[in-house]
């Protein structure tokens, strides 16, 4: 079962299980969320409308569905959001997760769990701290990444309190199609397709481009995902990311060689975070060790098919609707 299987990564995490087959797939939805990032995969899978802050309708969605394994992505995930909403942030991704968690306790069933918590745990991350390993301390600088602290602990916590078989992530930046605005790489494709179709003038307004982050693609992401839930060692943390960090507007660069017009380029104010991480690196030794797994994509495919995807989106947005018969 995966909560948030609409999403991002939720909707690559269930085509990837789809082609190991001999697997039955499930998963949550907002009561007003959106299919359509699971077209592809039609019938194959299960799909429930579940609000995860209800108590009890994640209690009778878990007695009905009886998960051998849960991956719970379902979150808030926008750091720039968390700023304007810190108490929503917190609320959300904490109790959803508590539910899931207390629910196995009351049904009596044990399945193994992915909590995917995130990299922006570490925070403000000192040069000597690179690359960022596990026992890194960790320094959130945003809402976000607070609450993020909170659903990681609290998977160990019911590891060591209550036995279950709980494994967690630290995901780094990870990207590729399908990510929504709010988000550098979709923000800059969302832009360049814009300018193409002759929707926007041929101008990009950017936030910070000096930051430097670790990168990788989603696909790799989810991949990491599986191996980690099945060979993880329950109680234990895993970073995901790509041990090598890129500079924004190095990003900037690439994407800009593959727009088919020229664009200007133009600082934004409102785009620049109260609190930024000049430099994070990851250190994925320990996934490495336990899982085998290292990232197939290359940033510049990710770059394109981020951006292809982005083209059909807006060219979407131009066509116009199917006539209708009467």
Known sequence: MITGIGGFAGSHLAEYLHTIGDVEISGTLSPRGSAANLAALGEAIGLHRV????????????????????????????????????????????TAQLNLLQACIELGIAPRVLVVASADEYGRVRPEDLPVDEDTPLRPVNPYAVSKVAQDYMGLQYHLSHGLPI???????HSGPRQETGFVIPDFCSQIARIEAGLQEPLLRVGNLEAERDLHDVRDTVRAYHLALEHGEPGSVYNVGAERAYAIG????????????????EPDPARMRPSDIPRIVSDCARLRRATGWAPRYTLEQT???????????????????SPTTQ
């Open 167 to 173: 494994v967690r992530v630290r995901p780094f930046n």
């Open 51 to 94: 609000d995860l802050m209800e108590t009890a309708s994640v209690r009778t969605l878990l007695a009905q569905v009886q998960p051998d394994a849960i991956y719970h992505l379902a979150a808030r995930a926008a750091v720039g959001a968390s700023w304007q909403d810190p108490a929503g942030t917190l609320h959300n991704n904490i």
């Open 303 to 321: 770059l394109q098919d981020t951006l292809d995807y982005w083209r059909e989106r807006v060219g979407q947005e131009l066509s116009p609707p």
């Open 250 to 265: 190095e990003i900037l660069e690439r994407l800009l060689a593959l727009a088919h017009t020229p664009v200007r380029v």
